[in-house]
């Protein structure tokens, strides 16, 4: 079993409709939350972090961790032809541990 | 500058030699990792320092790929005796206590 796991995607979303990207995870006892978008050619780039249960909203978009389930989300509002990435979900267990990513989600937004 | 600074940003090397690979991270950051990216793939760990913590090298992919930090701050990625399948972007990233990385703008590495 992966330690995070995505679906690769590609994601289909139309523009201006919500985008739902979904992240599982193996350890239970991880505490660090991340979301990072990868443009094409270049490098990651963190959007958002979240450490406690619930939703955390900055702008269009909105992370939800559920520890229970072991589940975190990301929801892009308002989906833009420039939103089309791909999203990389990461988690991190205690403060000392190396941060593990998932294999990402290819999104794509069209007109 | 205040991001993750990585140099060179393109290599061309011949097969069998040795490359070195520089990231210059935030100050102040006492975490460092090195990726490796292949084209079109996911993020591969390679490496990870934390403080003056032994480091993680559990995703070094053989005994041809090395690294190095002085305390908190240039780390150094060696790939002796490159094979074509060397070749991808290798991207250094660092993080602060918090654990949000920040990523350099990569290597690129050719073997030919």
């Known amino acids: 079993q992966k330690e995070v796991e995505q679906n690769s995607g590609p994601l289909s979303v139309p523009e201006g409709a919500i985008a739902s990207l979904n992240c599982t995870y193996s350890d239970r006892g991880s505490q660090s939350f991340f979301w990072y978008r990868q443009y094409s050619g270049k490098s990651p780039e963190l959007i958002m972090f979240?450490?406690?249960?619930g939703d955390k909203e900055d702008g269009r978009f909105t992370a939800q961790l559920n520890k229970a389930s072991q589940y975190v989300s990301l929801l892009i509002r308002d989906s833009q032809p420039s939103d089309s990435a791909t999203y990389l979900c990461a988690v991190r267990g205690s403060s000392a541990s190396k941060i593990i990513f998932g294999s990402g989600t290819r999104l794509s937004i069209r007109p | 500058g205040a991001g993750v600074s990585q140099s060179p940003s393109n290599k061309v090397t011949e097969k069998g030699k040795d490359v070195e690979l520089r990231c210059d991270p935030i100050s102040g950051h006492t975490a460092l990792y090195w990726y490796r990216q292949r084209l079109g793939q996911g993020l591969e760990f390679l490496i990870y320092f934390q403080g003056n913590s032994a480091p993680d090298k559990s995703g070094l992919p053989s005994d041809r790929f090395s690294a190095e930090r002085t305390g908190e701050s240039v780390s150094t990625l060696t790939i002796q005796r490159t094979q074509q399948e060397d070749s991808a972007v290798y991207l250094c990233?660092?993080?602060?206590?918090?654990?949000?990385?920040?990523f350099g703008p990569g290597t690129r590495l050719t073997v030919l």
């Open positions: 979240i450490y406690s249960n």
């Open positions: 990233a660092s993080s602060s206590a918090f654990g949000e990385q920040f």
